[in-house]
């Protein structure tokens, strides 16, 4: 019943913002840590940021520290990374998932392509 429905993946220039949302469903949202992952071609899958229930503790990959962002609504039962000064690496398919749940409740993910 878990699902997991990302959005907002875009071509974006290097140097650009970008932010891409996910909105969960299926269980208590504001009780559970939140993550956010990614994944290119020929790489295995990554943890980029999560975020603590209620939201006030996160933590980053080293390479995107200091430019990306973890943020949740519990409210609207969403998660946000605010991704900014993007870089071409950063090019990937990114996935939320619920870390503590330990299923594969993996969404579509959204692609986020960074390029001139």
């Known amino acids: ?7 907002g993946g875009a071509l974006v220039q290097p140097g650009g913002s970008l932010r891409v949302s996910c909105v969960a469903s299926g269980f208590t ?17 990554e943890l980029v940021a999560r975020i603590s229930p209620p939201g006030g503790i996160r933590n980053y990959l080293d390479s995107v520290k200091g430019r990306f962002t973890i943020s949740r609504d ?32 993996w969404g579509q993910g959204t692609q986020v392509t960074v390029s001139s």
Request: hydrophobic content about 30%; overall charge positive.
């Open 1 to 7: 019943q878990v699902q997991l429905v990302e959005s």
């Open 29 to 45: 949202f504001s009780s559970y840590a939140m993550a956010w992952y990614r994944q290119a071609p020929g790489k295995e899958r």
């Open 74 to 105: 519990n409210a609207k039962r969403t998660v946000y990374l605010q991704m900014n000064s993007l870089k071409p690496e950063d090019t990937a398919v990114y996935y939320c998932n619920v870390p503590s749940l330990g299923g594969n409740y």
